[in-house]
């Protein structure tokens, strides 16, 4: 067993769950849009819970639908589709589980070994868990829940898209400094950026809190109450509670991923020429060029380290609540105020049509 003070200082996205209603419509939607395979299915004998393996570069997401009773079942009713479980790989899941529970994290169910694998669940925020992993370096995640391989399934040419990059979280007002002390404390996460964002009459607080392996990334999300109702309130109401609002994807050339998306048919949000005609006289791309960022909409930034640039998809979610970004970094290790501004302006800007 891994030493206890240690045992939370080796962690890796290892899956992302989402709890859907309809597997093959959110199949169609991140095979079809976002270019991922399916790497592995359950077998019919599954009964009345289904789940699919979806893959590209380091990326693996389960998605599960169930009309049984199920934790993906519970989800949905409250939620509809989601993220639902966070898997996280450690060396030792029992020793993980063991010091979070020493540190206050809250049991969902203890660890369990079949076969090579171990996993053990915790609390997260609102109805998300994390599940810790421990597999052998040659299994998959197919291995972590028994589904069955599917054939071929490295052959789907995607779009470049590489790891998960983090996770923005929403929550109810008043939980964003107890959440924040929840991951410092349970996981020994470190609190990395704070900031206030004003967007029109309404205003956010942001504060990231990171895995010490740096592989795990939550941008947690609270309205400032003191403002207008916005897109956070809207994501709590219409999601039923805190949630994942989105997931960000990296990539290693955001000009060659976003335009296979567009060429998939998927719509992204778009950026006013005004960004771009200001841009020199803030920051020089050294990646990309003006021209190419504004023919995609694209958004640059820069931290201490280096710079990064962001896109938001549109949601197609039923409820407008979870919707995907694409993210390159390219030195950066944190996140850009400006960027964080641009990005939430651009969501409310797609509200408001939606309003119209």
């Not at 769950?17 to 093959?24: G, P, S, Y």
């Not at 990334?217 to 403002?227: G, P, R």
Request: proline fraction near 3%; glycine fraction near 8%.
């Amino acid at each position: 067993m891994k030493n206890a003070a240690h045992a939370l200082e080796d962690m890796a996205i290892d899956y992302v769950e989402l709890a859907v209603n309809d597997i093959e419509k959110a199949l169609s939607w991140l095979v079809d849009g976002y270019g991922f395979a399916v790497r592995a299915r359950s077998t019919p004998a599954g009964g009345a819970t289904r789940s699919v393996n979806l893959g590209q570069g380091e990326i693996d997401l389960l998605l599960t639908e169930s009309t049984e009773d199920h934790p993906a079942r519970a989800y949905t009713e409250r939620h509809s589709d989601g993220v639902a479980d966070i898997g996280i790989r450690v060396p030792d899941a029992a020793a993980a589980f063991a010091e979070a529970m020493r540190r206050g994290a809250q049991p969902v169910s203890e660890p369990v070994t079949t076969g090579a694998v171990t996993t053990a669940t915790i609390v997260g925020f609102g109805d998300v868990t994390h599940t810790f992993v421990q597999r052998p370096d040659d299994s998959t995640v197919a291995d972590v829940r028994g589904l069955t391989a599917t054939p071929g399934s490295g052959m789907a040419p995607g779009v470049g898209l590489r790891e998960v990059d983090h996770f923005a979280v929403c929550v109810e007002p008043g939980r964003l400094d107890r959440t924040v002390e929840y991951y410092l404390r349970a996981l020994d996460f470190d609190l990395i950026l704070t900031e206030r964002i004003v967007t029109g009459d309404q205003a956010m607080c942001i504060k990231v809190v990171q895995s010490k392996s740096r592989a795990v990334t939550l941008t947690l999300i609270e309205a400032d109450t003191s403002m207008a109702t916005g897109q956070i309130d809207d994501f709590l109401k219409n999601h039923d509670g805190a949630g994942v609002q989105h997931m960000a994807f990296s990539t290693g050339d955001i000009i060659t991923s976003v335009r296979g998306l567009t060429d998939r048919g998927v719509e992204l949000l778009s950026t006013p020429t005004a960004y771009y005609t200001a841009l020199a006289g803030r920051v020089r791309p050294t990646r990309h060029t003006i021209e190419h960022l504004r023919e995609l909409s694209i958004l640059v930034d820069e931290d201490h380290d280096g710079q990064l640039y962001q896109i938001f998809a549109k949601s197609v979610h039923e409820r407008r609540t979870i919707f995907l970004e694409i993210i390159e970094r390219a030195g950066a290790t944190t996140f850009g105020s400006s960027n964080i501004k641009n990005l939430y302006d651009s969501v409310e800007q797609q509200r408001n049509s939606c309003a119209d």
